[in-house]
């Protein structure tokens, strides 16, 4: 595949997540992760961040993150910029799936600190670097301290690696912890002030008032409808507004989180668009459960709203 022009500007908006659907015998179901890219995309994504964690990349191999990242590269046809998650808790292996995703035509990489490792900031910053020089592709930096990775980046790493790649063009921090937010916030943009700020999930009104770029969404594929009202009331300033939504969305989270990624699974399913089974040690949501997740969907208002089907 010839490769693209790299991504010249941060992604703002709506980064939609695709999830990585499973046939019944644990295959990587293409066909059906074609058809999630295509919703995606035909409900205005902004751009796409493939094989992160609502995408199941830990239990995946590297050869099937390639595959995934080839595909959505593929399928998305230049519509939209493709961001490929290289994480793993090896550099070197890191390093190859970012290799990889330039290959294949990707427009940005992203990598959050190591998983387990708990490596000093002097050696999350080596890692950083090897991964930043492995390509000419921009970079998103991942830190996720309280959720994943254990450790964070630092402000001052953050300012380190901005001052040394010009291709460093944001960070996602996902601790949901509004005073570390802000304070690399603040380190990143005295640098240069276009850097690119984004948390994970739709928490969107401490994203967009406390300076944020854009917002990974896990709700996209279920309710687009309702994540793009709350993006635009955030983003145009009906706060009062925005809050109802995001008090709505607080209630659909605490839903989701519970052996998280199966409940998001389950909502595609509900929403009439299946995605297989996650894989273990995720195991699918008994139906009982299931009947849950739709009274609360139809409580809240987004089962009758929102589109069904593909």
């Not at 790299?6 to 295959?27: L, S």
């Not at 959050?112 to 490792?117: D, K, T």
């Not at 001052?156 to 291709?167: D, I, Q």
């Not at 916030?185 to 700020?197: C, E, Q, S, T, W």
Request: proline residues 7%.
């Amino acid at each position: 595949m010839s490769q693209r022009d790299p991504m010249k500007t941060i992604p703002r908006g709506i980064i939609d997540v695709p999830v990585t659907p499973f046939t019944a015998d644990n295959k990587i179901d293409l066909d059906t992760f074609a058809r999630v890219i295509e919703f995606l995309l035909r409900h205005n994504a902004s751009s796409l961040c493939v094989n992160l964690h609502l995408a199941e990349s830990l239990n995946l191999t590297l050869d099937e993150r390639k595959l995934l990242a080839k595909t959505a590269v593929e399928v998305t046809a230049g519509k939209v910029p493709v961001i490929v998650h290289v994480s793993t808790p090896g550099t070197d292996q890191a390093v190859d799936l970012a290799r990889h995703a330039e290959k294949a035509g990707a427009d940005c990489i992203t990598a959050i600190a190591p998983y387990y490792w708990k490596p000093s900031q002097e050696a999350l910053h080596e890692h950083f670097c090897a991964i930043i020089s492995a390509t000419a592709l921009p970079f998103i930096a991942y830190s996720s301290p309280t959720i994943m990775d254990g450790i964070g980046v630092a402000p001052e790493t953050l300012v380190r690696l901005m001052e040394r790649f010009p291709n460093f063009i944001g960070l996602k921090e996902a601790s949901h912890n509004w005073e570390k937010y802000l304070e690399l916030g603040r380190a990143a943009r005295k640098i240069r002030p276009d850097f690119g700020l984004f948390v994970g999930t739709e928490w969107m009104i401490p994203c967009f008032t406390l300076g944020g770029t854009a917002c990974m969404s896990v709700f996209g594929g279920i309710a687009p409808r309702f994540v793009r009202a709350l993006y635009d009331a955030t983003t145009t300033g009906q706060l009062k507004d925005a809050l109802s939504l995001q008090y709505k969305f607080s209630e659909l989270y605490q839903i989701a989180k519970v052996e998280y990624p199966a409940p998001t699974k389950a909502m595609w399913e509900i929403m009439g668009r299946p995605v297989g089974a996650p894989r273990l040690p995720n195991r699918p949501l008994p139906a009982e459960r299931k009947k849950q997740i739709r009274s609360a969907l139809e409580t809240l208002g987004l089962f009758d709203s929102e589109p069904h089907g593909w």
